[in-house]
């Protein structure tokens, strides 16, 4: 009997978000998996990336949860933070991305960079082992803003 394919990145990619999706909309593990023709157990295993989702399973979830299949394929900003701090809690996150909203908002540039070298400052002294800013690469808004 061949074995069963090893978990992937991809394959927790897809359970995370179908179950950030499912969630998003308040739907039930029983709700999608009656929608879908499947256990809700199968969805817990999609869910958690221990079972890979059939293309037509996909496909049917997609249409349950309103989405096109692309969304569990293409990698957004989220993805890219938890990348890059792969410890970061929920709430942080959802502080960042409610950050990065409001940010874009304010179409002073000027104004933007006030903001960025202020929270780089405000983080600098918030503790000994505090980071330097990420985007200026550790520069202070002074050479930051010579380099522009």
Request: charged fraction near 30%; charge should be positive.
């Amino acid at each position: 009997m061949p074995r069963k394919p090893r978990r992937t990145a991809q394959d927790l990619l897809i359970g995370r978000r179908l179950r950030d999706r499912r969630k998003f909309l308040k739907q039930s593990l029983q709700e999608l998996s009656a929608q879908v023709g499947v256990s809700y157990q199968q969805v817990q295993k999609y869910e958690s990336g221990q079972d890979r989702i059939p293309a037509s399973i996909l496909f049917s979830i997609s249409k349950a949860l309103n989405i096109s299949p692309n969304y569990f394929f293409t990698r957004t900003l989220e993805d890219e933070v938890r990348e890059a701090f792969p410890d970061i809690t929920k709430e942080a996150l959802s502080e960042a991305m409610a950050f990065l909203y409001w940010l874009q908002r304010i179409e002073d540039r000027t104004l933007r960079e006030q903001l960025r070298a202020m929270v780089a400052h405000l983080s600098s002294t918030s503790g000994p082992d505090s980071p330097k800013s990420a985007a200026s690469g550790g520069r202070s808004a002074r050479s930051a803003k010579a380099a522009k």
